[in-house]
């Protein structure tokens, strides 16, 4: 047979970089090889994200891009996987003369089938019906021997009134904890050293099977030697004292949680079907901050949703002043088609959107200098990714806190190695520091 290259491109979250480890494994287990050169491809496949209008546009960029490749090299199959593929459907099809399969994530066991019929009979086709899966059967061509993430469910229920994501990626389901379970102990026994959980809300974990999340985060710690577990994305509304009680019991625990706060006032939330007030979300940080000290907390904010007065735009500032996060995702808010917020009349126009959020990264920003640089002169512990090479040799990790660790040095560090960085400075998004331990 002769040989077939693939490219795969992602954007988006986490499950999406997941969801195209899925895509690489089916297409490798058929045969197909992987390359890093796009215009080499005889599959170039984009799995895409829609979630922001700012995401959509991206890859409408990048799909141009891809059509010059495909002039130079026309038997070439060009895809398009992922959430856009669930928002546009055919549409893609009739757009884009030059796109030939348009398929969603839930489809991937499809992919290398249709592949293969776009590039032998050059039928163009758009597979988007599938349903969330609870247990992939595909491999996984995995990115990190030394990180992995571990998907514990797919989908959403929450409906909140900005978002696609439910119509794109359908209703939740959950994997079964001993499932999970038996995942994780395989990639500990191939050398992974740490997991990050994924799921839309990985809080509502098992609610489909009479599981919880918690007793998931035990099982994980019991039944496996992983020495560092994390998760996303948590919800205010389901993250439970029960969770935060078993991090506070757990040696394996990154000591880090990421909570999209989304907005600091009561109206906004209610209209955002958020499910949590401004107080209960506060509860919850007061007991993080007292169960769980020095775990770092990180948090999404979206700024200009319609109806957003300046005074519900000052409780989100003040709320932000008052509870100190490591690190905000900042969004301008997004009408995304199919949901309501998008058909609200009151929406606010974009050069206030833009004004607010340049005032709120400005707090922001001052705030994670002023965390980070507390942690000029402690230890933190790392586990070594990578190398980067800029003008000398310089290695990357990630510290339990889930902050960026840089330092220098001539001595060889193997991925997978936890060492001890005595921090000696500290920006908005990293930390520089020596090593003076491993092990
Ligand atoms: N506009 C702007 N931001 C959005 N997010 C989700 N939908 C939208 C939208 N329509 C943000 C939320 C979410 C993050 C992944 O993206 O903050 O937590
Ligand atoms: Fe991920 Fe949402 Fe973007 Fe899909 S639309 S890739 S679920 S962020």
Known sequence: MAEKYFFIETFGCQMNEHDSEMLAGALTAAG???????????????NTCCVRDSAEKKIYGKLGEYKRYKRCRPGMVIAVAGCLAGKEGDRLLARFDFVDLVITNENAEKLPALAEEAAVRRRRRAEVAGRPFAESPLARRRR?????????????????????????????????IDSVVSEIASLVAGGIREVTLLGQNVNSFGRDNGETFGQLLTAIEERTSLQRLRFMTSHPRDFSPDIIDRLAASS?????????????????????????????????????REKLPGFAVTTDIIVGFPGESEEDFAATLALVERLRFDAAFTFLYSPRSRTPAASRPD?????????????LMAIQNRIADEINRTYVGKTVEVLVEKT????????????????????????????????????????TWQLSGVVIGNG
């Not at 929406?347 to 005032?359: C, S, V």
């Not at 290695?395 to 960085?421: A, I, M």
């Open 347 to 359: 929406q606010i126009d974009p050069a206030t959107r833009k004004e607010r959020l340049n005032r």
């Open 32 to 46: 197909w090889d992987e390359t890093s050169c796009p215009e080499q491809a005889d599959l170039l496949l984009v």
């Open 388 to 427: 980067v090479k800029k003008n000398r040799l310089t290695w990357q990790g990630r510290c339990s806190e889930n902050k960026l660790v840089f330092w220098d040095g001539c001595h060889f560090w193997p991925d997978g190695e936890f060492v001890t960085v005595r921090v000696t400075s500290a920006k």
């Open 252 to 288: 394996i625990a990154g000591r880090h949680i990421h909570l999209p706060v989304q907005a600091g006032s009561d109206r906004i939330l209610a209209a955002m079907n958020r499910g949590y007030t401004v107080a209960h979300y506060e509860a919850i940080i007061g007991r993080i």
């Open 144 to 176: 990190s021997n030394v990180t992995a993430w571990v998907a514990i469910s797919r989908g959403c229920d929450n409906f909140c009134s900005y978002c696609i994501v439910p119509y794109v990626r359908g209703r939740e389901v959950s994997r079964r």
